[in-house]
């Protein structure tokens, strides 16, 4: 009979298996699931894996959906390495792309240099004080982080759905739901020509180095550390519990405000209802798989992207629908939450008991 079994440490071996196991099964449960579905497996992981990638426009909008991708993960990290539970990127991010629309729109007769760092500051302040709410409800009012996150993502949402069909409405937009074109001024420079990436991946990386110089070089990343790990150890040593949660929080709003910030004013270039595909929530597992350091969560990122665009194609070559891609990757984190359970216990044989007590009478 098989149980499991506490081990005396944590496994090393399985920290690092871990996703690479879960993204195995994942593979293998999609084999079975473009069978069930009549299409040809191999075909189906084609489309979603390798054509994507086929050349060098399709390596281009890898970069392009990773970096709200990593920018969001990156200030989760902090998050999660003091053990707040920040569900709430997603609201993070709409409402950077929301106030960073509002500017945008609102200096559409300005042409200076300082437009686009006034767009782009002004939806990493707007994500950091959403955030700054929960952060508040949690020191102050003890409220679970997980519930106010993700309520905050709803309002956020639904703002943002008002604005589009009201104030910030484009009236020579023929009755969409959608704001007028920003102005050039406003705009991302391209960061590889005749495409659609832009400077905003620099953005991303470099908020993954800061995320990993913060908690490797500073003692304000050591005190995140410890407060994760053990909150009566912080307080002993005067760690101010409530000035980490703040910053944690305001870190992962701001990054995330800025990816909104970044969506909105690069390939977009206006605010619609769809700015995000789920940007916010996927964040959180590409934390999980990148293991919360810098290096992971940029590999983690990436594949992740990588998920997006196979899903649209998939849509495209194999008439399956939108849903497919949160279902991959609803699966690889089922799996990475699966296998993570083996860090901390093993398989154990058991001989049944009655059989044990029958082999003692004996």
């Given at each position: 009979?098989?149980?499991?079994?506490?081990?005396?440490?944590d496994s090393r071996l399985m920290q690092w298996a871990s996703p690479l196991l879960a993204l195995v099964l994942t593979?293998?449960?999609?084999?079975?699931?473009?069978?069930?579905?009549?299409?040809?497996?191999?075909?189906?992981?084609?489309?979603?894996?390798?054509?994507?990638?086929?050349?060098?426009?399709?390596?281009?909008?890898?970069?392009?959906?990773?970096?709200?991708?990593?920018?969001?993960?990156?200030?989760?990290?902090?998050?999660?390495?003091?053990?707040?539970?920040?569900?709430?990127?997603?609201?993070?991010?709409?409402?950077?792309?929301?106030?960073?629309?509002?500017?945008?729109?609102?200096?559409?007769?300005?042409?200076?240099?300082?437009?686009?760092?006034?767009?782009?500051?002004?939806?990493?302040?707007?994500?950091?004080?959403?955030?700054?709410?929960?952060?508040?409800?949690?020191?102050?009012?003890?409220?679970?982080?997980?519930?106010?996150?993700?309520?905050?993502?709803?309002?956020?949402?639904?703002?943002?759905?008002?604005?589009?069909?009201?104030?910030?409405?484009?009236?020579?937009?023929?009755?969409?739901?959608?704001?007028?074109?920003?102005?050039?001024?406003?705009?991302?420079?391209?960061?590889?020509?005749?495409?659609?990436?832009?400077?905003?991946?620099?953005?991303?990386?470099?908020?993954?180095?800061?995320?990993?110089?913060?908690?490797?070089?500073?003692?304000?990343?050591?005190?995140?550390?410890?407060?994760?790990?053990?909150?009566?150890?912080?307080?002993?040593?005067?760690?101010?519990?409530?000035?980490?949660?703040?910053?944690?929080?305001?870190?992962?709003?701001?990054?995330?405000?800025?990816?909104?910030?970044?969506?909105?004013?690069?390939?977009?270039?206006?605010?619609?209802?769809?700015?995000?595909?789920?940007?916010?929530?996927?964040?959180?597992?590409?934390?999980?798989?990148?293991?919360?350091?810098?290096?992971?969560?940029?590999?983690?990122?990436?594949?992740?992207?990588?998920?997006?665009?196979?899903?649209?194609?998939?849509?495209?070559?194999?008439?399956?629908?939108?849903?497919?891609?949160?279902?991959?990757?609803?699966?690889?984190?089922?799996?990475?939450?699966?296998?993570?359970?083996?860090?901390?216990?093993?398989?154990?044989?058991?001989?049944?008991?009655?059989?044990?007590?029958?082999?003692?009478?004996?």
């Amino acid at each position: 009979m098989l149980s499991l079994e506490r081990r005396a440490t944590d496994s090393r071996l399985m920290q690092w298996a871990s996703p690479l196991l879960a993204l195995v099964l994942t593979v293998i449960t999609a084999l079975g699931l473009f069978m069930a579905l009549g299409k040809d497996p191999i075909e189906g992981l084609t489309f979603f894996f390798l054509i994507p990638l086929s050349d060098a426009h399709g390596w281009a909008e890898l970069g392009l959906k990773m970096a709200p991708l990593l920018l969001c993960a990156a200030g989760l990290t902090i998050c999660y390495r003091a053990k707040l539970w920040n569900i709430g990127a997603e609201g993070h991010f709409l409402m950077g792309a929301l106030w960073a629309s509002v500017v945008a729109l609102q200096l559409t007769e300005h042409g200076g240099f300082w437009v686009l760092p006034a767009v782009l500051l002004a939806g990493a302040i707007a994500g950091a004080l959403w955030a700054w709410i929960a952060a508040v409800l949690k020191t102050h009012f003890h409220c679970n982080e997980i519930l106010t996150t993700i309520m905050l993502n709803y309002i956020a949402l639904n703002l943002l759905l008002y604005t589009v069909h009201g104030p910030l409405k484009d009236p020579m937009g023929f009755g969409f739901p959608q704001s007028e074109m920003f102005a050039a001024a406003a705009l991302l420079p391209k960061l590889i020509p005749d495409t659609r990436l832009h400077i905003g991946l620099l953005f991303a990386l470099l908020a993954a180095v800061v995320v990993g110089v913060l908690f490797t070089r500073t003692f304000v990343g050591f005190q995140l550390k410890v407060l994760g790990q053990d909150t009566r150890a912080a307080a002993f040593a005067g760690f101010g519990a409530r000035r980490l949660t703040w910053l944690a929080f305001l870190l992962a709003g701001a990054m995330a405000g800025l990816a909104g910030a970044s969506e909105v004013s690069g390939p977009i270039g206006q605010l619609v209802p769809q700015v995000s595909p789920g940007y916010g929530y996927t964040a959180i597992i590409v934390v999980f798989l990148g293991r919360m350091q810098a290096l992971g969560i940029v590999l983690a990122s990436a594949l992740l992207a990588l998920t997006f665009m196979g899903g649209e194609m998939l849509q495209i070559a194999m008439n399956l629908p939108k849903a497919i891609t949160g279902l991959f990757q609803g699966l690889l984190l089922f799996y990475l939450l699966t296998c993570d359970a083996f860090i901390h216990y093993r398989l154990r044989l058991r001989r049944p008991l009655a059989a044990a007590t029958t082999g003692q009478e004996a």
